[in-house]
């Protein structure tokens, strides 16, 4: 059984800084895509930034040039980098994976392994 276990979120002022980690129970480079989502009250799962096993990566439009995904295979953990947080980044951010996706860019549905969710909280 897959376990993705996130860490890192909490409260922050907009602009400020936050971190993301997704400790993966087994090697990334084992998933072809990894990502990160993001829910808010009463919203749609979205997806934020997702990662393929050769490290192509998609941004959302609305993260584009402020958050940075990365992942490290070696210590199997996904990463979420935030910077310039607005206060409409606040959600309950999610790390999902995915073993025999082609295209990384899908919605939420798409993706069978997912965290608990960790909630990230920006004030204006």
């Known amino acids: 059984q897959v376990q993705l276990v996130e860490s890192g979120g909490g409260s922050v002022q907009a602009g400020g800084s936050l971190s993301l980690s997704c400790a993966a129970s087994?090697?990334?480079?084992?998933?072809?895509?990894m990502g990160w989502f993001r829910q808010a009250p009463e919203n749609q799962r979205e997806r934020v930034a997702v990662i393929d096993r050769n490290g192509k990566i998609t941004y959302a439009d609305s993260v584009k040039g402020r958050f940075t995904i990365s992942k490290d295979n070696a210590k199997s953990t996904l990463y979420l980098q935030m910077n310039s947080l607005k206060p409409e980044d606040t959600a309950m951010y999610y790390c999902a994976a995915d073993r025999t996706l082609f295209n990384c860019a899908v919605g939420p549905g798409g993706y069978v392994y997912w965290g608990q969710g960790i909630q990230v909280t920006v004030s204006s």
């Open positions: 087994e090697y990334t480079s084992n998933f072809r895509c």
